[in-house]
């Protein structure tokens, strides 16, 4: 029987993949004989995670761009074009909260700075909507690909401190949705869109939220989010791998516009 879940020789670009999560993703896709685009704001980030895959034999370009520029988004394009020949698949990985952008007993939610909360809106769903548009359209022009947003738990019930965190992964989600309905029926039917909703995951985004800066210990939110994850656990970064290869490959061609929990039970748990 043919592998449904074959990625190799697959061209996959992924944004904010010098990150924890994303870097993971690109290791594991390389590993799985995918070319990967490891695109990031931090060069030397990117450069990092290219150098690992091809240190393992595997084919990755390293490239700096900020999803929140069209114009190093489009030149990001035309490097991914010119090593690899085309495009496949997005992963729109970059994202994050801000500690500027969360409520605390130093900062009230009424005194949340207005730029602060852009930045994270901007950041999250702005640097989704943007590459898609520029990476979305490589694929209309060949008639088919796969984009992959990366959502959150908060995107479905907010949680606590994080306003426009919350928010603008809700927006995200909701994007998801919207653009897999718009390039079926406007583009391609061989252009899926879909999310993964990643659970907890102790990354340098949420380290200050889930563990004292000073001890290292969790805090009382990183306590409460273990007893609210059936599994037990944070989830480690391979945890995404799975769900990922799934949703980029032949195994989901029939699934397109859903948002997909990976948080160890998180979100199936009303905490009873
Ligand atoms: P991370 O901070 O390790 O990685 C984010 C990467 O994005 C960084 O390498 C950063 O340089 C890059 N980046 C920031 N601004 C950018 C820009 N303007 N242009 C291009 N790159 C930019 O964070 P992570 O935890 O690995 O998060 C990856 C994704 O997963 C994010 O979208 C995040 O919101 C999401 N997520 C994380 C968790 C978690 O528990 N860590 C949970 C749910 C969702």
Redesign the pocket.
């Known amino acids: 029987m043919d592998n449904i879940f074959d990625v190799k020789g697959r061209v996959i670009v992924i ?2 993949a ?5 870097g993971e993703m690109a290791r594991a896709l390389a590993k799985a004989g995918a070319k990967v685009a490891v ?4 060069e030397r ?1 990117a450069g990092k995670v290219a150098g690992q895959i091809g240190g393992a034999g595997g084919a990755a370009v390293a490239v700096r ?4 520029d069209k114009g190093s988004l489009k030149a990001a394009r035309d490097r991914v074009v010119s090593e690899f020949g085309r495009i496949d698949a997005l992963i729109n ?4 909260n801000k500690k500027e952008a969360t409520t605390s007993p130093e900062m009230s939610f009424f005194d949340l700075p207005p730029e602060a909360v852009r930045f994270v809106f901007d ?2 769903f702005l ?1 989704t909507l943007l590459p898609s548009q520029v990476f979305g359209k490589v694929m209309a022009e060949s008639g088919s690909g796969v984009i992959l947003n ?1 959502s ?1 738990m908060n995107a479905f019930r907010p949680l606590t401190k994080i306003a426009a965190y919350s928010a603008a992964k809700a927006a995200v989600s909701n994007f998801t949705q919207w653009l897999a309905v718009h390039v079926c029926r406007n583009c391609s039917a061989e252009i899926r869109v879909n999310a993964i909703a ?1 659970g ?2 102790l ?4 380290r200050f939220l889930l563990t004292d800066e000073e001890t290292g210990e969790l805090t009382a939110r990183g306590k409460t989010i273990i007893e609210h994850t059936p599994a037990g656990r944070f989830g480690e970064p391979g945890d995404l791998v799975g769900t990922v290869i799934w949703l980029l490959s032949d195994a989901a061609k029939f699934v397109t516009g859903v948002v997909v929990p990976v948080d160890g039970g998180f979100s199936a748990f009303s905490g009873v």
């Open positions: 944004t904010g010098g990150g924890v999560l994303c695109l990031d704001l931090d980030a761009c900020d999803v929140l990985g970059a994202g994050g950041l999250n640097g990366v959150s990643p907890f995951f990354t340098e985004q949420n």
